[in-house]
């Protein structure tokens, strides 16, 4: 009797040993699966930028082709947007005040994610609060989402909050188009004008 | 005599200094309370501050002013790139640690402003715990968007 349980008994952990490398690569997948599929899902994605047609806070329809020869900076975001909408803009106009001359080149636009409540008067008054030259973009619903779109941007409404009261869940993040239309970079819209306005002047070399 | 009354008044004075200590000390204090200019109608406002714990933890359960409405505590979760912000009932003021209001984090939103916030201005605000004593700061009006606290 016990001769024959000790073999079981040695069996078991050995059976154990042998299943560790199965089990590891079945966790290494699990890992390192959702990051293939994100890479190849973000290489497939369409490159950022792209067309819109939105409204100006003066009322003018203006266009990716508005500003000729001039390098965009974008941000989307809304203005009941108590904390990190403010901060980037005010990094933004900073940031284009830390570079003089080179800031020429450079206009800044901040978009709305929430057309519902911001008209272009509220954007005008918004935007005209950080600095004069960044530009408060606001339009239909369907403008909005179609350049949300081709900008990569996610916008969510929050649940909860009742009736003007309710937040927005977007990505937070400061778009560079060239002037020929192109995807020129990205920045954190969280790290300082100074960190801005240096990663700028590289990226408009 | 002199001496002794020296002596006496020396710990009277050592007492009167302890004692408002020690009743600062059981409950969290409210420090570098700020706020940005904004002028749009409809728009909300934020408060920011910094919130040093008392000898025990707390709960900072609702700040109180008349410069709008509701003032609202919310908790930020950054996901990535995208920011998740939503309303908390209390925002945790660890003992002998800090509660940080800042702009890209926790903060408390002030929704329907009565006035605009002017830079440069001040308004008193007063914040509530689940066991400290109410504590009420003045609160100073920076730039919009500004960073950090106002000089």
């Not at chain 1, 390192?32 to 939105?54: E, K, N, Q």
């Not at chain 1, 900073?94 to 901040?110: E, S």
């Not at chain 1, 977007?170 to 020129?184: A, C, E, K, N, Y």
């Amino acid at each position: 009797m016990a001769v024959e349980e000790k073999p079981a008994e040695d069996g078991t952990p050995s059976l154990l040993i042998a299943l560790v490398p199965i089990l590891f690569s079945v966790v290494l997948l699990a890992v390192t699966v959702p990051h293939l599929w994100r890479a190849s899902a973000m290489d497939m994605r369409a490159p950022i930028g792209g067309p819109f047609s939105l409204v100006a806070s003066d009322g003018r329809t203006v266009t990716e082709k508005s500003w000729p020869g001039r390098f965009l900076l974008i941000y989307f975001g809304y203005t009941h947007c108590p904390a990190a909408c403010p901060t980037a803009l005010a990094d933004m106009q900073g940031a284009l005040d830390a570079m003089g001359r080179a800031a020429d080149r450079i206009q800044p636009v901040f978009v709305t994610v929430d057309p519902a409540r911001d008209g272009r008067e509220t954007m005008g008054r918004y935007v005209a609060m950080f600095g004069p030259h960044i530009e408060g973009l606001t339009g239909s619903a369907d403008a909005i989402a179609s350049a949300e779109r081709n900008y990569g941007i996610e916008v969510r409404r929050l649940p909860g909050g009742t009736g003007d009261a309710y937040a927005m869940e977007h990505s937070s993040v400061i778009l560079l188009m060239r002037p020929d239309g192109t995807f020129g970079g990205s920045f954190r819209a969280d790290e300082g004008s100074a960190r801005l306005a240096r990663d700028l002047s590289a990226a408009i070399r | 005599m002199t001496g002794r009354r020296c002596g006496s008044a020396a710990l009277a004075l050592v007492l009167a200094a302890f004692v408002p200590v020690a009743a600062l000390a059981a409950g969290p204090t409210v420090e570098r309370a700020w706020s940005r200019a904004m002028a749009v109608p409809g728009v909300p406002g934020a408060i920011f501050a910094t919130i040093r714990g008392g000898d025990t933890s707390d709960l900072l359960v609702g700040v109180d002013t008349k410069v709008a409405a509701t003032a609202t505590l919310h908790r930020m979760d950054m996901d990535g790139e995208a920011m998740r912000m939503r309303p908390t009932k209390a925002l945790r003021v660890p003992a002998h640690g800090e509660l940080v209001l800042d702009p890209g984090g926790d903060h408390v939103m002030l929704d329907g402003l009565s006035r605009p916030l002017v830079q440069g201005e001040t308004f008193p605000a007063t914040f509530r715990f689940a066991h400290g004593a109410p504590v009420t700061v003045i609160v100073k009006v920076g730039r919009p968007g500004a960073d950090e606290p106002p000089k």
